[in-house]
């Protein structure tokens, strides 16, 4: 995750191959192959990041939703 000091953007990086190894072992597993625990914890731990990179990812898209693209509000958000 990096902040974009330039335009104070908020950019989530989360790598292919993360989510490469997520599915793998996910298939593996529900094909009855023995995948070693170490390789479970690591898509395990994966999988937790992934889901809330996802979360932030819909959190800026609403955000996103709020303003124009002048930056004004669109809509007012009550205090």
Same mark, same amino acid.
């Given at each position: 995750?990096?902040?974009d000091?330039?335009?104070?953007?908020?950019?989530v990086?989360?790598?292919?191959?993360?989510?490469?190894?997520?599915?793998?072992?996910r298939?593996?597993? %529900?094909?009855?192959?023995?995948?070693? %625990?170490?390789?479970?914890?690591?898509?395990?731990?994966?999988?937790?990041?992934y889901?809330?990179?996802?979360?932030?990812?819909?959190?800026?898209?609403?955000?996103?939703?709020?303003?124009?693209?002048?930056?004004?509000?669109?809509?007012?958000?009550?205090?």
């Amino acid at each position: 995750m990096d902040l974009d000091q330039r335009d104070g953007k908020l950019r989530v990086h989360y790598g292919d191959r993360l989510v490469t190894l997520m599915r793998e072992v996910r298939q593996l597993s %529900a094909l009855g192959f023995a995948v070693p %625990a170490k390789i479970q914890q690591t898509a395990s731990t994966a999988s937790k990041f992934y889901r809330h990179g996802m979360i932030l990812k819909q959190v800026k898209c609403n955000i996103v939703l709020i303003y124009d693209f002048n930056g004004s509000p669109i809509i007012s958000v009550p205090n």
